[in-house]
């Protein structure tokens, strides 16, 4: 089941404060930068950047994401490891609130999401 609308926009107004505290300086925006995608229960990180043998094609580079259980009442909190797929974040697996979500990414204690 997708998010309800309410906790949509909530999660949009706090995921852009955050990437707005993160991002770099614009004249360095068409270098790096970062974004995000809500997709049902599912919010992702990303960061954006040209490729380094072609600069016309932007790759998005993902980071981190947090999937809602609704049953649960909680967010699990994933990053993606060299193979590719999303793996639960051992040190703190799920939060209670999205909020708590980016906090663990902003701390990335074991340079998971931002190296």
């Known amino acids: ?27 360095i925006r068409s270098q790096l930068d970062f974004g995000y995608r809500i997709e049902n229960q599912s919010v992702e990180l990303f960061e954006v950047r040209p490729q380094w043998n072609n600069p016309e094609k932007i790759l998005e ?21 060299q193979d590719l797929k999303w793996h639960s ?7 209670k609130y999205f909020e708590d979500f980016l906090v663990v990414v902003s701390e990335d204690e074991n340079a998971c999401f931002f190296g």
């Open 1 to 27: 089941m997708a998010i309800s609308e309410f906790e949509l926009k909530r999660c949009e107004r706090e995921v852009e404060k955050f990437l707005e505290k993160r991002r770099p300086p614009a004249h």
């Open 61 to 81: 580079l993902p980071l981190a994401k947090a999937t809602y259980v609704k049953k649960e009442k909680l967010w699990k909190v994933y990053w993606q490891r």
């Open 89 to 95: 974040y051992a040190p703190v697996p799920t939060v």
